[in-house]
């Protein structure tokens, strides 16, 4: 590959006037500009990012860390993220942590090498770890789904308890006496944000809960599968499902009708997130709509605020969730032969 020397040496200047020809720092007559631009152009010469940034003081890129690139959720989130960046004039680096805080921390600190101007995370892990991981990086941050204390970074997400109670709300008022739960894992804040709205549209309605109501997923369509199957052992099952990502409730609805449990006549559930693939599964999903577009819009959007109008103070923007029925769902059916 090319290096600057290349370049000099074939136009016949000097390193510093191809270094002022490629980054505009400095007035070059137009005939040694005309030799720089050739010899780049025939050498195939690209700059180094890096040694431009220690000039400028930027790359015009930013980082971005996802915990899971198999999910259609984040997909959605990183197309508004790109095309925000894009017409701003910014690239996006994206990585995967898998769920792993040691991989975060590792690709966090990649990227910090990398002179990224900015990042954007979905973070794994504990918040201490978090604060540990993160705590000291003096590059903006926008956070995304969850928030992690004392860190002077701003926060995109939606309103998750809002998300949970309009669902349960959704399956209550269809006269479903027992609604249960399937959840993300413990310790993520979505996921108990979500199960505090599931809880508290049970209290209002003055519906009994049982420990048995809530299982847990981690998220994926094998998870919501395996945590299905344990809600349909229970004696009775319940009539209605609320399920908190839509990933995990596909898998319920293959658990279901592997058990003979038609949907939505015997059973009605609800997802979380509205995926692409929620429209298409069998039946259509109604699910709590995260509108995923304009999430990572906004995401670009403050982190270009910290980058370019220097704003030191964060900022915490809430989104309202809203519910979108389709044909999961539908009004409570009482089993033959049982039990008025």
Excluded at 31 to 42: D, G, I, N, P
Excluded at 69 to 95: D, L, M
Excluded at 248 to 270: F, N, T, W
Excluded at 287 to 299: C, E, R
């Amino acid at each position: 590959m090319a290096n600057i020397k290349d370049v000099a040496l074939r136009a016949g200047v000097s390193v510093s006037t191809v270094s002022h020809v490629v980054n505009g720092t400095r007035f070059v007559s137009k005939e040694a500009r005309e030799s720089v631009e050739e010899a780049v152009r025939v050498l195939g010469y690209v700059p180094s990012a890096v040694a431009r940034s220690l000039k400028s003081n930027n790359t015009r890129t930013f980082g971005m860390v996802i915990p899971n690139n198999s999910n259609p959720y984040f997909a959605e989130i990183i197309q508004g993220v790109e095309e925000r960046c894009y017409a701003a004039g910014y690239n996006v680096i994206i990585c995967n942590s898998n769920d792993d805080a040691e991989r975060l921390a590792s690709y966090i600190r990649v990227l910090a090498e990398k002179r990224v101007d900015g990042l954007i995370l979905v973070v794994a892990g504990s918040d201490e770890m978090v604060r540990a991981t993160i705590g000291e990086l003096k590059i903006p941050l926008v956070l995304l789904d969850r928030e992690v204390a004392d860190l002077n970074c701003d926060l995109v997400e939606v309103d998750h308890v809002a998300g949970g109670l309009i669902a349960t709300r959704h399956l209550l008022e269809l006269g479903h006496p027992r609604v249960a739960c399937i959840s993300g894992p413990s310790g993520l804040s979505p996921s108990s944000q979500r199960n505090a709205g599931w809880k508290q549209a049970l209290a209002e309605a003055g519906v009994e809960r049982f420990d048995s109501d809530l299982v847990r997923g981690d998220f994926t369509p094998g998870g919501g599968y395996l945590a299905m199957q344990e809600l349909l052992r229970c004696t009775p099952p319940p009539s209605a499902v609320f399920v908190c990502n839509d990933l995990m409730a596909i898998g319920a609805l293959s658990a279901a009708r592997e058990a003979g449990v038609r949907v939505p006549e015997q059973l009605s559930i609800v997802g979380f997130d509205d995926i692409e693939l929620a429209a298409y599964s069998a039946p259509p999903l109604s699910t709590v709509v995260q509108p995923k577009l304009t999430i990572g819009t906004l995401a670009a959007e403050l982190l270009l605020e910290r980058v370019e109008a220097q704003r030191d103070t964060p900022r915490h923007v809430v989104l309202a969730p809203e519910l979108k029925t389709r044909s999961s769902t539908a009004p409570y059916r009482r089993p033959k032969g049982a039990h008025e």
